[in-house]
C-alpha cells in the first residue's frame, strides 16, 4: 500500500462516520413518538416518515458503490456531510400544524421533515457505500474480521446516542407524568443536534488523507466484470437473505423504544442501548468467531437466537422479563450485518464497491419495507404482535443458512476467494 495512506486515520474515520449514522438511528427512535406528535401524526404515518431514511439511504448507497471508483472516497464523504446539515436543519425548523392534516403528506411540515428524513437516508447510503470497500481495500486479508470491528461502532453509536438521549431526558424532564408541549417539543430538537458532533469529527479526519483504490481496481478487474459479478446466482440468493436479516436485526430496533415502555412500562431507550451493548462487545472483541465457526455457521446460529429472542420479547410483561429476551435478540441479531458483507467481499471479490453496495442497499430497503408494516401491526394488533411476527423471518433464514452451511461443508469447506492481478487476468 501507499506509505502516503494512512490506514489507521482511515479507519477510525470510516468508524466515526458509522458512529454518526447509528446515533442517528437511535436518536431518531427516541424522538419519534414527540416528533410526530407535533406533527399531528399516528404510529402507521409516522413509519410512513421514518422510511425515506432507509429507501433514500438503499438508493444511495447502490449510487455511491457503483460510483466510488470515479468520484472517489473523500468527495462522498463531504457529500455525507453537507447532507447530515441539511437534514437536522430542515427537521428542527420544520412547521407544525396546528390539527391533524387530512391527507397528511400535504401538510408543509411532514414534507420538509420527509425530505430531512430522506436526506438522512442519502447521507447514511454515501457513508456506508464508501466505508465497506475502503475498509477491504485497507485490510484485504483480514475482511471478515475487520468488517465486524468497523460495524461494532453501529452498536457503539446507538449506545452513545440513547445514552445522549437519556440524559436529556432525565436532565430536561422530559419523562415526568405531565410536560407541556413547548418543552416537549424543545427537548427532541436538541437531541437531534447531537447527531452534527460525530458527522463534523469525520468531516475534519478525513482533510487532506489520500485514500487507496478499491480492491477491484487494483486488481484490475474491469467494471464490466463487476457488473456481471451481481447476476451470480449465489450473490442473487445472498442478496434475497440480506432483506430478511436487515429485517430481523434493525427493524425492531426502531420501534424498540416506544414498543418496549407500552409492553414492559420502562425506558424503552434503555433496552436498546442494553442491545447494542451485548452487538458492540462481541463484534469488538470476537470479531474473530465468525472465521472460527465459518460465516455460514455463525449465521445459522444466529439466526435461532434471534427468532427465540423476538419470541420472547413478544410476551414480556416485566422489565426483567425484557432484558432477558432481549439479552438472546442482541446476540442473536451482531453478526447478521458484517457478516454478511464480510461474505460479500470474501465470495464475489470481482463484484467490488458495487455488490457490497448492492447488499447494504437491500438491507436498508428491506428496513423501509418493514417499519410501516410494524407500525400498522402496533396500531391494529398492539405491540406484541410486531416482535411475534417479524421472529417469523430468523426462522426462514434458520432453514436457508443451515443449507448453505451444508453445501460449503459437502464441497471442502467455505474459503474466501483471493483476487490479485494474475488471478483476474486469469479470468
Known amino acids: 500500500m501507499d506509505p502516503s495512506i494512512n490506514p489507521r486515520r482511515l479507519f477510525v474515520a470510516s468508524s466515526l462516520a458509522l458512529i454518526t449514522t447509528a446515533v442517528a438511528f437511535s436518536i431518531r427512535g427516541d424522538i419519534l413518538d414527540a416528533l410526530a406528535s407535533d406533527l399531528r401524526l399516528n404510529k402507521q404515518q409516522a413509519g410512513v416518515l421514518l422510511g425515506p431514511a432507509f429507501w433514500g439511504n438503499t438508493l444511495a448507497v447502490i449510487i455511491g458503490g457503483s460510483v466510488v471508483d470515479f468520484l472517489g472516497m473523500r468527495r462522498l464523504l463531504y457529500l455525507a456531510f453537507a447532507g447530515y446539515l441539511y437534514a437536522v436543519g430542515s427537521i428542527l425548523f420544520a412547521p407544525h400544524p396546528a390539527a391533524p392534516v387530512s391527507p397528511f403528506y400535504t401538510d408543509p411540515g411532514f414534507l420538509l421533515v420527509y425530505s430531512g428524513m430522506l436526506a438522512l437516508g442519502v447521507c447514511q447510503g454515501l457513508v456506508e457505500g464508501v466505508i465497506n470497500p475502503l475498509c477491504t481495500a485497507i485490510y484485504p486479508d483480514q ?10 461502532w453501529w452498536p457503539g453509536g446507538m449506545i452513545i446516542g440513547g445514552l445522549v438521549a437519556y440524559a436529556i431526558t432525565s436532565v430536561m424532564g422530559l419523562d415526568a407524568s405531565a410536560i407541556s408541549p413547548a418543552l416537549a417539543t424543545t427537548g427532541w430538537r436538541v437531541k ?27 486488481a484490475g478487474v474491469p467494471a464490466s466484470e463487476m457488473f456481471r459479478e451481481a447476476l451470480r446466482p449465489m450473490f442473487l440468493m445472498w442478496f434475497a437473505c440480506m432483506w430478511l436479516t436487515a429485517s430481523t436485526e434493525i427493524g425492531p430496533d426502531q420501534w424498540v423504544a416506544s414498543l418496549i415502555t407500552k409492553l414492559a412500562g420502562m425506558h424503552g431507550i434503555l433496552i436498546l442501548v442494553y442491545t447494542a451493548g451485548i452487538m458492540f462487545v462481541l463484534r469488538f472483541f470476537l470479531g ?19 427468532a ?18 432481549a439479552t438472546v435478540f442482541g446476540a442473536g441479531k451482531t453478526f447478521f450485518w458484517p457478516v454478511m458483507l464480510g461474505v460479500t467481499a470474501e465470495r464475489f471479490p470481482k463484484g467490488g464497491a458495487l455488490l457490497l453496495a448492492i447488499i447494504g442497499g437491500a438491507g436498508n430497503l428491506a428496513i423501509a419495507f418493514i417499519l410501516p408494516v410494524m407500525g400498522r401491526w ?7 404482535a410486531a416482535f411475534r411476527y417479524v421472529a417469523v423471518l430468523p426462522v426462514i433464514l434458520t432453514v436457508v443458512f443451515g443449507a448453505v452451511y451444508l453445501y460449503f461443508r459437502s464441497t471442502g469447506g467455505y474459503q474466501p476467494v483471493r483476487l490479485d492481478k494474475t488471478s483476474a487476468a486469469a479470468h
Do not use: C
Not at 443536534?193 to 481496481?217: D, M, S
Not at 465457526?293 to 455463525?298: D, K, M, Y
Not at 429472542?309 to 422489565?319: D, R
Open 288 to 306: 474473530w468467531l465468525p472465521a472460527k465457526l465459518t460465516p455460514p455457521g455463525i449465521l445459522t446460529v444466529s439466526a435461532i437466537l434471534s
Open 192 to 218: 437531534l443536534l447531537i447527531i452534527l458532533v460525530p458527522a463534523i469529527g469525520f468531516a475534519l479526519l478525513i482533510r487532506r488523507q489520500r485514500f487507496p483504490e478499491t480492491e477491484r481496481v487494483a
Open 308 to 325: 427465540a429472542g423476538l419470541y420472547a420479547l413478544s410476551n414480556i410483561s416485566t422489565p426483567a422479563q425484557a432484558f432477558a429476551a
Open 143 to 152: 475482511k471478515t474480521r475487520r468488517m465486524n470491528v468497523l460495524h461494532s
Open 378 to 384: 402496533y396500531d391494529n394488533e398492539g405491540a406484541a
